[in-house]
T-cell receptor, first 113, second 112 residues
Framework: NAGVMQNPRHLVRRRGQEARLRCSPM?????VYWYRQLPEEGLKFMVY????????ESGMPKERFSAEFPKEGPSILRIQQVVRGDSAAYFC???????????FGSGTRLTVV | GENVEQHPSTLSVQEGDSAVIKCTYS??????FPWYKQELGKRPQLIID?????GEKKDQRIAVTLNKTAKHFSLHITETQPEDSAVYFC???????????FGPGTRLSVLP
């Protein structure tokens, strides 16, 4: 079992560009969560998705951020017109609902220059 | 919404001593409490969890206690080793598999 796969591991974008972060859940997991971690800070919930559905996006900024988890393929977190404040580590996690704590991927470290 | 506080923010102990990290939560509906360990530059890893129908759970050198009335839970690490050095996060959730609210983390340093 390959675990939760995130790519890229590191992403550098100039201000105003778009960032696309990908997450493939563990085999058999149909629930995906995205968290953001600023340097020296904790993990902040962004969005919770199941296949083709957004279950909870209460942690997502209202503008520029979107997420999807299509029927086929990985979950995508998309950040449009990135700003320096978007620089952070973005972690994806997956679970089978009701099966305990979830498993995190290795994260994507986004740097906006 | 839920708010999780965690203390201390940093903790240094001598190798072989015990370490205790405490968390409090605000939402009485929370009933699942995992603990994650994150080494520098790595992913958070689940080390132990506890459900609200249990007061204590132990796994080798790690134990977690839960006081639902007071809305606090604690992580206990005994016989600490240098490889225990990491940042530890507590979290609270209304159900397993739902989104977690994490505490701000405790940086544990185990000194040889």
């Amino acid at each position: 079992n390959a675990g939760v796969m995130q790519n890229p591991r590191h992403l550098v974008r100039r201000r105003g560009q778009e960032a696309r972060l990908r997450c493939s859940p563990m085999k058999g997991h149909s629930h995906v969560y995205w968290y953001r971690q600023l340097p020296e800070e904790g993990l902040k919930f962004m969005v919770y998705l199941q296949k083709e559905n957004i279950i909870d996006e209460s942690g997502m900024p209202k503008e520029r951020f979107s997420a999807e988890f299509p029927k086929e393929g990985p979950s995508i977190l998309r950040i449009q017109q990135v700003v320096r404040g978007d620089s952070a580590a973005y972690f994806c996690a997956s679970s089978r609902q009701g099966q305990g704590g979830y498993t995190f991927g290795s994260g994507t470290r986004l740097t906006v220059v | 919404g839920e708010n999780v506080e965690q203390h201390p923010s940093t903790l240094s102990v001598q190798e072989g001593d015990s370490a205790v990290i405490k968390c409090t939560y605000s939402d009485s509906a929370s009933n699942y409490f995992p603990w994650y360990k994150q080494e520098l530059g790595k992913r958070p890893q689940l080390i132990i969890d506890i459900r609200s129908n249990v007061g204590e759970k132990k796994d080798q050198r790690i134990a977690v206690t839960l006081n639902k009335t007071a809305k606090h839970f604690s992580l206990h690490i005994t016989e600490t080793q240098p490889e225990d050095s990491a940042v530890y996060f507590c979290a609270a959730s209304k159900a397993e598999g739902q989104n977690f609210v994490f505490g701000p983390g405790t940086r544990l340093s185990v000194l040889p």
